[in-house]
Every structure is written in C-alpha cells, then in structure tokens.
C-alpha cells in the first residue's frame, strides 16, 4: 500500500535506530557501480544498517548531496538524499533513504552540471527530468512512499536511482563534448 507524503516527512535518520559507519567510497571503474542492484528487504537488519551507513557518509562527504548502495561497494537498491540548504533546490523533504525507488513520473526535462564522488576528476552536462513522482520503501519500516520532486532534489533522485541501476551520470551525458574536467574539489 503506498502512503501519502507525510510517511517521508515523518521519517528522520535516527528512526533507523543505527548510527551509521562511515565507509569508503569506490570509484568508477570499480564492477560493482556498473551492475545494477538486487531488490532488498527494507526491513532486513543488514539494509537498515546499510541505509544509516550511506546517511552517514554523506553527512561527513562535503557537497554530498545523495550515496547509492553501489558507492560503498554493495549492488543493492538502497540510496539516501538530503538537499537541504542546497542554493539549488526547490523542492526539500529533508534527509532521508530509500529502498527498491522507481520513477513513476518525469517530466520537463533539462541539462544540468552533475558530479559524482565515484567520478570524482569529472563533471557532465546530463537532461534529466526536472519534476518527477518517485515511489520507494522507507527502511526500517518498509513503509511505500510515494512523493514529488522539483529541480535539484529531483536530479539528485534520478543520480542516485541510476546508480542502483548501475549507471553513472558518464552513461547519460550527451557525448564526449558534454564530459568536462573538474576545476574545484569540496
């Protein structure tokens, strides 16, 4: 059964009743970031502490914005996203992780500049869908949620869905001539 919005805005962090461990982040051309993840239980004892994991690594990754499971060396559909304070965002429902996401609806798409720590000397230009309806499982209670995102938390939840599915932001860029050389680090 999927719920209104208010299950995500419910959720905090803490209700995953881990801490959370900083772990290491792989980069491409690591195999694990280029095969999609296996469907989880989001009650499982294992895909909470993962989620409070990623939650945790992003909070000490400056300019973090969003950590997929494939990251941290696991191929599972697990992501976190937290825009908050970020110039560019329009829509923000706080901090937050996500199990088995799927986008359910996009629509007005446009080019933006992405990043990624796993493609950490590298920036593109990728057209993402600028308004989406995602729907994804919180962990912990496994609870569906199903929530709509504008512009910048709406392309940091396509980046970090792709990456579940064993994509990199260099899988959607246009050609060559949209891949540029990173100038300043976080």
């Not at 996009?106 to 000397?121: F, I, K, N």
């Amino acid at each position: 059964m999927t719920t209104p919005i208010d299950a995500l805005a419910g959720w905090t962090p803490e209700s995953l009743g881990e801490p959370g461990t900083v772990r290491a982040v792989v980069a491409a051309p690591d195999p694990v970031l280029s095969r999609a993840g296996s469907d989880v239980d989001p009650c499982d004892p294992e895909v909470i502490r993962l989620a409070a994991d990623l939650i945790a690594t992003m909070r000490v990754s400056p300019g973090c914005v969003g950590l997929a499971a494939p990251q941290v060396g696991v191929s599972a559909q697990v992501f976190c996203v937290d825009v908050t304070g970020h110039p560019k965002a329009v829509t923000v429902h706080g901090a937050f992780a996500l199990c088995n996401a799927t986008v359910v609806e996009a629509s007005r798409w446009r080019p933006g500049r992405e990043g990624c720590m796993s493609v950490p000397d590298l920036t593109g230009d990728v057209k993402r869908a600028s308004r989406l309806v995602v729907e994804g499982q919180l962990p912990g209670s496994g609870v569906t949620v199903k929530f709509p995102a504008d512009g910048f938390e709406a392309r940091a939840l396509q980046h970090e869905i792709d990456h579940c599915a064993g994509l990199l932001f260099l899988d959607r860029v246009a050609g060559a001539h949209a891949i540029y050389q990173r100038r300043t680090y976080l």
